[in-house]
C-alpha cells in the first residue's frame, strides 16, 4: 500500500517548538525554534522529517511529485494547537446568567440560587446520548476551525454515576469519530448535588465508593479532577478524592484557588497533580511548591474575562518557574467560547505573557498539562503530523492582529483534513 505524503513548503516562519520531552518553563517558554522558509514531510500522518525547504527539497527530490504538496509561501506554520482543560460534553446554554451577572449577581450567588453547574447538569441528565454527541460534535468542528487539534473533555455535568458514565461515554464515541483527538477527564466532584447538599460528605463518599471504581473499569478516563473552592469542595475532601483516584490509575487534576485563595496551588503539590487549573487566588506558597514539583498551571483567562474578575497572573508564575498552559475552560456558564486565539490574545494583554510565551503555551505546554507530550505538540520527528498554516507572515502577528482567526488550514490526522478559513 502507497504511503500517503504530504510536503508542507517554504513556511514563512515554521514554529518546531523542537526540544526535551518536558513542558517549558521560565527562559524556555520564550524559545520557539523557529526555521525561516521551513519545510515538513509527512508520511502517513506522522512527521518524518523538518527544516529548510532547500534542505527538504533536495532530500526527497526524486518524491516531490507523488505528494501533496502545500505551499506554506509567505504564512506561520505551527504545531496545531492544544486545548487542556474544557467541559466539552454538555447539554443546554446559559445565557440567562451572563444578563444576572451583568446586573450584579456573582458567580457563587448564582451557583447556590439553583443555575451555575446545577442548571447544566440538570440539561445533561435529561440530554440522550445521540443529542450529547450531536452538539458536541459541532462544537469540536468550531474548535477545529480556531486551529484546535487535540481537547480535554471533563465530565462534571453529571453528578450521579449514571449521568457521569453517560458523558464520558459520548467522549469516547467522539473520541473515535471526529478527527480531534479527545482526552478525557473523570470529574464528578464538580458540585454538590441538591440531594447531599445537607451531607458533602456523603457524596464524597460516593465519588470515592461508586463513581471512580467504575470510570476506571470501563477505561472511560485518564484523570480526575475536583473542585476544590469554598462552598464547594474542601481541600481535605479534594485529597480524599484525588488519592482515591490514583488508587485506579486516574492521574490528579484539580480546579484550585478560582474565587479565593484556599491551598488549592498547595494541595495540586502535595498529591502530585499533572496541572492545577484557574489559580487566579493563588497564593505565593502554593506558586512556590508548584514550581518545585512540576505541577503545570493551566491558567484560563477567557473565564475571568468572562466573570469580570482579575486575571490570573502569568507573568509572575512563569518568572516563578512554573510551567505555564493556557486554555478556553469551553463551558456554557462561565467560558462559553472555542477560541483559543482568543484566550492567546487575552494573555498577552492581560497577564503579562509574552506572543512566544503564550504560543508554548497552547502547544507543548498544553499537550504536557494533558500527558500527550510525546505525541504532539511540537513539529519533531515522530509526531502526529497535527499543524496549523495561519495567513500571516509571523507568529507575533496572532497577537498584534487580536480578535481574528488567521487559519488558513487545520492538518489533523491519517486524513489530513484541511479546513480553510
Aim: hydrophobic fraction near 40%; aromatic fraction near 6%; charge should be negative.
Amino acid at each position: 500500500m502507497s504511503k500517503k505524503t504530504v510536503f508542507v513548503r517554504n513556511a514563512s516562519q515554521l514554529v518546531t517548538l523542537k526540544g526535551e520531552d518536558a513542558p517549558r518553563v521560565g527562559g524556555e517558554m520564550e524559545q520557539l525554534g523557529i526555521i525561516e522558509n521551513g519545510s515538513v514531510w509527512i508520511e502517513d500522518g506522522k512527521i518524518v522529517s523538518v527544516g529548510s525547504d532547500a534542505e527538504l527539497a533536495e532530500r526527497y527530490k526524486g518524491q516531490i511529485e507523488t505528494a501533496e504538496t502545500i505551499d506554506a509561501s509567505g504564512k506561520l506554520v505551527t504545531p496545531g494547537f492544544v486545548d487542556p482543560h474544557t467541559h466539552l460534553v454538555h447539554a443546554g446554554t446559559r445565557d440567562n446568567e451572563f444578563d444576572m451577572r451583568l446586573k450584579g449577581a456573582s458567580y457563587m450567588e448564582i451557583m447556590n440560587a439553583g443555575g451555575g453547574i446545577h442548571a447544566t447538569t440538570s440539561a445533561t441528565r435529561r440530554a440522550t446520548h445521540e443529542q450529547l454527541f450531536s452538539e458536541s460534535y459541532e462544537r469540536l468542528n468550531r474548535f477545529m476551525l480556531q486551529g484546535v487539534t487535540t481537547v480535554e473533555a471533563k465530565s462534571g455535568y453529571g453528578l450521579t454515576t449514571e449521568d457521569e458514565l453517560k458523558q464520558l461515554e459520548v467522549a469516547k464515541a467522539l473520541n473515535e469519530k471526529h478527527p480531534i483527538d479527545i482526552v478525557s477527564t473523570f470529574m464528578g466532584a464538580h458540585a454538590v448535588p441538591a440531594d447531599f447538599k445537607d451531607d458533602p460528605d456523603r457524596f464524597v463518599n460516593h465519588v470515592i465508593k461508586d463513581m471512580i471504581p467504575k470510570v476506571a473499569k470501563m477505561g472511560l478516563a485518564e484523570f480526575n479532577d475536583v473542585f476544590c473552592e469554598r462552598g464547594v469542595f474542601t481541600p481535605e475532601q479534594s485529597k480524599r478524592i484525588l488519592e482515591a483516584g490514583l488508587e485506579y490509575g486516574l492521574l490528579p487534576k484539580i480546579h484550585a484557588d478560582e474565587i479565593e485563595p484556599y491551598k488549592g496551588a498547595e494541595l495540586a503539590a502535595e498529591v502530585g497533580a499533572v496541572s492545577a487549573d484557574h489559580l487566579l487566588k493563588a497564593s505565593d506558597e502554593g506558586i512556590k511548591k508548584m514550581a518545585e514539583t512540576g505541577v503545570i498551571a493551566v491558567l484560563l483567562p477567557g473565564t475571568a474575562f468572562f466573570l469580570m474578575a482579575e486575571m490570573a497572573n502569568g507573568r509572575k508564575m512563569i518568572d516563578a518557574g512554573v510551567p505555564v498552559a493556557l486554555s478556553t475552560d469551553s463551558n456554557p456558564g462561565s467560558s462559553p467560547t472555542v477560541s483559543l486565539p482568543l484566550i492567546m490574545n487575552l494573555g498577552c494583554l492581560k497577564m503579562g505573557m509574552t506572543p512566544a510565551e503564550v504560543l508554548t503555551a497552547v502547544t507543548i505546554n498544553a499537550a504536557h498539562a494533558i500527558k500527550r507530550g510525546h505525541e504532539v505538540g511540537s513539529l519533531e520527528v515522530g509526531k502526529k503530523a497535527d499543524l496549523n498554516i495561519f495567513k500571516v507572515p509571523t507568529y507575533m502577528h496572532l497577537q498584534y492582529m487580536y480578535g481574528e482567526n488567521h487559519i488558513d488550514t487545520v492538518l489533523k490526522k491519517e486524513k489530513l483534513k484541511s479546513v480553510r478559513g
